[in-house]
């Protein structure tokens, strides 16, 4: 079972540890960086780890949107390597939408990836995220209406 834990003093050195396969690194900042700016924008940011029972395999971070308070971004999603092609990324996706969802705040999801990254386009399509029509920064932009 998928489950989202808070990151703290217990946890933060084995999330720093978890990597993306080497062709993947242009894909998704690491996650020291993630907490980095995670830090800095602390009032409004959610970093997690990602637990298969009790096996961390990833890392998710979400931050709300200063300009559009009903708007959640997915801001960094990552499996770690050793745990890719084990549906793992699926099931937190899921499990995601559903914490932002149940919070009855939130009427919608966006995110960015990069566009050689078609196996995260071909997985947020299956969620129903579909393209805004933005490039953010060389990132096409999707939005999810809860």
Known sequence: ??????????????????SVFESQRGFVATNVKS??????????TEPYCIYHDDTMV?????????ENKE????????????????????????VLIENIR?????????LSYEPENTLAEKLYSSFGFVPTGVIDEGEVEMILKL
């Open 71 to 94: 708007n959640m971004y997915l801001w960094r999603y990552m499996i770690d390597q050793r745990y890719q092609g084990m549906g793992y990324g699926k099931e937190t996706l899921k």
């Open 35 to 44: 907490l980095a700016q995670a830090y800095i924008h602390r009032d409004r």
């Open 58 to 66: 990833g890392f998710v971070q979400i931050k709300s949107d200063d």
């Open 102 to 110: 149940s919070r009855n705040q939130f009427k919608t999801i966006t």
């Open 1 to 18: 079972m998928i489950k989202l834990v808070s990151i703290d003093e217990s946890n933060y050195s084995e999330c720093l540890k978890l």
